[in-house]
């Protein structure tokens, strides 16, 4: 038996990517903004415009889990298929934003419980 590949197979990961995600940005609200207009999902597609001035959005691929998105690059590099997902620029940012956030905060409680237990 030969492994066969797909057509799927031969496309690099981003255009998988918008494939699958329909060239629609899968944000579902973790960069703090609910999309209560697109039923809780961001409504920026591929190539749309998010305003008069900016030029057609260009959705990224990158880790589906806002907790990954602070990881390093060669970390992210790693992550399958099933683990991206398409972002337009802003949920991304924000998204990103918000998980270092979180993150400091957590490092700062455990440094404090830390502490706390030294004396
Ligand atoms: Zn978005
Ligand atoms: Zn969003």
């Given amino acids: 038996m030969t492994a066969q590949t797909g057509p799927l197979a031969e496309l690099p ?6 494939h699958l995600s329909g060239g629609r ?20 597609e591929n190539g749309g415009f998010i305003s008069k001035h900016a030029g057609p959005i260009r959705l990224l691929v990158a880790p ?28 991304h940012d924000n998204a990103r934003t918000r998980a270092q956030r979180e993150h400091r905060k957590a490092l700062a409680e455990l440094q404090a419980d830390t502490t706390d237990a030294l004396f």
């Fill in 13 to 18: 990961l981003w255009d998988l990517l918008i």
């Fill in 64 to 91: 589906k889990d806002a907790h990954e998105l602070i990881r390093p690059a060669h970390q992210q590099a790693r992550l399958s298929a099933c683990d991206l997902a398409a972002w337009c620029p802003p949920c």
């Fill in 25 to 44: 940005c899968q944000c579902s609200g973790q960069c703090g903004n609910q999309h209560a207009a697109g039923q809780g999902r961001c409504e920026h």
